[in-house]
């Protein structure tokens, strides 16, 4: 079975610019999150989808940051007008969604590693 | 004050060392903890998770917990090349960090196991 994929695994552009990032969950599961990995940093939560519910957006850094979650399986997190410190890998997890109170593994993508000149 | 304080290291030990990892955090609402693995250019992958206060062993790894420190470990004995890695903690359950799929991940700590 197919893990949790990313696209591209490397993508290099020029400040200002903006850059789509492609998050492709495993097959059934209803929760998607979105992290930001930087250098010696840990996992930054940016953006979390579950289900129809309202997204958390709450890690989202500024307003150039959005994502979308299309028919409940692929996202796409997108930056405008990229800046050099949003230079980072860039990781997509997914998970199913268990009984309330009970941990629900994330399962990760390899991540796009993204790097702003 | 991060929620989730870790060593980055780089920790480096020969092989068949036993090595310790930390974490310590400062919410004392969090129910879950986990420690993940992350080798160099992958995304990280759950190794571990405990609920609550107490030890779990797996192997040549055991996690510990202390709530009232405040305070989560990873153990690995008889360390191998392979255990070569970066080990994230991770925290879950707390409302207060938002809900029970919601985890707050340590920075890392970067291990390196020599032949």
Redesign the interface.
Known sequence: GAG?SQSPSNKVTEKGKDVELRCDPISGHT?LYW?RQSL????E?LI?F?GNSAP?K?GLPSDRFSAERTGGSVSTLTIQRTQQEDSAVY?C?S?SMGL????????????TRLTVL | QKEVEQDPGPLSVPEGAIVSLNCTYSNSAFQYFMWYRQYSRKGPELLMYTYSSGNKEDGRFTAQVDKSSKYISLFIRDSQPSDSATYLCALGGSRVSGGYNKLIFGAGTRLAVHP
Not at chain 1, 40 to 43: H, K, M, V
């Open positions: 949790v929760a992290y010696g940093q840990g996992l939560f979390y579950q958390d709450s990781l997890a998970s309330a109170g009970t941990l629900i593994e994330q399962f990760f993508g390899p991540g």
